[in-house]
Antibody
Framework: QVYLVESGGGLVQPGGSLRLSCAAS????????MTWIRQTPEKGLEWIAY????????DYADSVKGRFTISRDNAKKSLYLQMNNLRGEDTAVYYC?????????WGQGTLVTVSS | DIVMTQSPATLSVSPGERATLSCRAS??????LAWYQQKPGQAPRLLIY???TRATGIPPRFSGSGSGTEFTLTISSLQSEDFALYYC??????????FGQGTKLEIK
């Protein structure tokens, strides 16, 4: 059984930072691209970043480029999203998902709220 | 960026009937199109990829068609568990791989 479990969400002030983690089990983590996707009621689902299996290739949506950093530790079967200079519009449920194109497996999501 | 537009925003259908959901891309995405189902409080669930290939475990009442800019998800005989939100996603042109805004399928 495949599990992706996100953690690290919470309430943060504008301009603050958070680091999200995604722990994988039941998959050959190091074989797959991984992606972070977020969701809000207003904007729906938004693809925000992905990383190649080895970590050598990353890419970001313009909305987060320069503020967010995606990384992974294949030995720990973990994916990360370092989020800096957070804004109100970053408030969302953040999902990690397996794959760099379409996504068979998703985590349950972690809520990030940016508010003073 | 490619904009994905889904229609209608809300679709009311009776159980047992057929539902047809549409997704249009602002430019060609070839067959690089996926459909997802989402229920309240849950993550999206992959239904279709490659525009028409059902994901593992997806019942045959779900079918996808189309290529280029026009796509359709058809649910042939609606079951109670099918009433949910549905999203399309293109993965032809990156970044970003964009999603549609969703169609809510509700019980008539």
């Amino acid at each position: 059984q495949v599990y992706l479990v996100e953690s690290g969400g919470g309430l943060v002030q504008p301009g603050g930072s958070l680091r999200l983690s995604c722990a994988a089990s039941g998959i050959s983590f190091s074989d797959y691209y991984m992606t972070w996707i977020r969701q809000t009621p207003e904007k729906g689902l938004e693809w925000i970043a992905y990383i190649s299996a080895t970590g050598n290739t990353v890419d970001y949506a313009d909305s987060v480029k320069g503020r967010f950093t995606i990384s992974r530790d294949n030995a720990k079967k973990s994916l990360y999203l370092q989020m800096n200079n957070l804004r109100g519009e970053d408030t969302a449920v953040y999902y990690c998902a397996r794959g760099g194109e379409y996504h068979i497996y998703w985590g349950q999501g972690t809520l990030v709220t940016v508010s003073s | 960026d490619i904009v994905m537009t889904q229609s209608p925003a809300t679709l009311s259908v009776s159980p047992g009937e057929r539902a047809t959901l549409s997704c249009r891309a602002s430019q060609s995405v070839s067959s690089n199109l996926a459909w997802y189902q989402q229920k309240p409080g849950q993550a999206p669930r992959l239904l279709i990829y490659g525009a028409s290939t059902r994901a593992t475990g997806i019942p045959p009442r779900f079918s996808g068609s189309g290529s280029g800019t026009e796509f359709t998800l058809t649910i042939s005989s609606l079951q109670s568990e099918d009433f949910a939100l549905y999203y399309c996603q293109q993965y032809n042109s990156w970044p970003p791989y964009s999603f549609g805004q969703g169609t809510k399928l509700e019980i008539k």
